[in-house]
T-cell receptor
Framework: AQSVTQLGSHVSVSEGALVLLRCNYS??????LFWYVQYPNQGLQLLLK??????LVKGINGFEAEFKKSETSFHLTKPSAHMSDAAEYFC???????????FGSGTRLLVRP | DTGVSQNPRHKITKRGQNVTFRCDPI?????LYWYRQTLGQGPEFLTY????????KSRLLSDRFSAERPKGSFSTLEIQRTEQGDSAMYLC??????????????FGPGTRLTVT
């Protein structure tokens, strides 16, 4: 069975600092991996995805993630945090039959002025 | 393209009542997914449709839950005899058929259910 673990339910950074949100997955087949962002009382918005090909994936709003098979990781980074980045971030792995998403428990990013 | 819409956005109901939520997917998307998200957790898969066919149901979907997608367009999720444990955000997502370039699910804003 597939699963996702997000280390750190809360991450706090200063504005302008590096953002690093951790995600490790478990999958018996090559995974499709996703990062979604959720603002309060809203649905989820796709930040970026990895399916095949280049392991460094760039997404919206300056975010990127690197797929590391040997570490079963897909960590999300952004060089310089902005106040508007404060939100909940979810890592997900996709089942390859139904393509349903299996989510981690989320990481709340706080950005300090 | 107005995106995925869900109605109502908020629903407060008393325990034991029935509730129905509606999801309108992006028009050309033939796959539609329902997820449930409780406070402080990631969304959990409930069920999905390809066109009008319901192809998979999670064990989370007890017999009090039923979902339909008549004619492969909008979908409804009904909860009968609601319980306080049903309080959650119910999210709908839609997607094109999975292909070499597209596996993205687009989410609606969700329906927040509160059972009192």
């Amino acid at each position: 069975a597939q699963s996702v673990t997000q280390l750190g339910s809360h991450v706090s950074v200063s504005e302008g600092a590096l953002v690093l949100l951790r995600c490790n997955y478990s999958s018996s087949v090559p995974p499709y991996l996703f990062w979604y962002v959720q603002y309060p009382n809203q649905g989820l918005q796709l930040l970026l995805k990895y399916t095949t090909g280049a392991t460094l994936v760039k997404g919206i709003n300056g975010f990127e993630a690197e797929f590391k098979k040997s570490e079963t990781s897909f960590h999300l980074t952004k060089p310089s945090a902005h106040m508007s980045d404060a939100a909940e971030y979810f890592c997900a792995v996709s089942d390859r039959s139904s393509y349903k998403l299996i989510f981690g428990s989320g990481t709340r990013l706080l950005v300090r002025p | 393209d107005t995106g995925v819409s869900q109605n109502p956005r908020h629903k407060i109901t008393k325990r034991g009542q029935n509730v129905t939520f509606r999801c309108d997917p992006i028009s050309e998307h033939n796959r539609l997914y329902w997820y449930r998200q409780t406070l402080g957790q990631g969304p959990e898969f409930l069920t999905y449709f390809q066109n009008e066919a319901q192809l998979e149901k999670s064990r989370l979907l007890s017999d009090r839950f039923s979902a339909e997608r008549p004619k492969g367009s909008f979908s409804t999720l009904e909860i009968q005899r609601t319980e306080q444990g049903d309080s959650a955000m119910y999210l709908c997502a839609s997607s094109l058929p999975p292909s070499g370039v597209s596996y993205e699910q687009y989410f609606g804003p969700g329906t927040r259910l509160t059972v009192t």
